[in-house]
Nanobody
Framework: QVRLVESGGGLVQPGGSLRLSCAAS????????VGWFRQAPGKEREKVSCITRDGITYYADSVKGRFTISRDNAKNTVYLQMNSLKPEDTAIYSCAAVDTDVQAISRILKMMVDFGSWGQGTQVTVSS
């Protein structure tokens, strides 16, 4: 069974850090581009970060310099290190994967939305 499972969310104070994990089972994540998306209450889903099969990364302007995406193919897992968290980072964070060697980030993100594999999401709350 193909599954993506996110973990690592929680409650953190402004300025704090969290590391989210996106673990795959039933398939090899190394062949996939993997992205992180988030959705806050009452807002549309937004793209946060993406890493291609070859390690090319993308970050939304709102998280650039604070978040870092990485992958550990041996563990079949992609991580999102989130530092200097702000209240506006509060959202449900979901990962998505798509088997592709496409390098164009915009195309990859659309492919994820259209037919990627998705996890169930993990809640991140930034509040004092």
């Amino acid at each position: 069974q193909v599954r993506l499972v996110e973990s690592g969310g929680g409650l953190v104070q402004p300025g704090g850090s969290l590391r989210l994990s996106c673990a795959a089972s039933g398939f090899t994540l190394a062949k996939d581009a993997v992205g992180w998306f988030r959705q806050a209450p009452g807002k549309e889903r937004e793209k946060v970060s993406c890493i291609t099969r070859d390690g090319i990364t993308y970050y939304a302007d709102s998280v650039k310099g604070r978040f870092t995406i990485s992958r550990d193919n041996a563990k079949n897992t992609v991580y999102l290190q989130m530092n200097s968290l702000k209240p506006e980072d509060t959202a449900i964070y979901s990962c998505a994967a798509v088997d592709t060697d496409v390098q164009a980030i915009s195309r990859i993100l659309k492919m994820m939305v259209d037919f990627g594999s998705w996890g169930q999401g993990t809640q991140v709350t930034v509040s004092s």
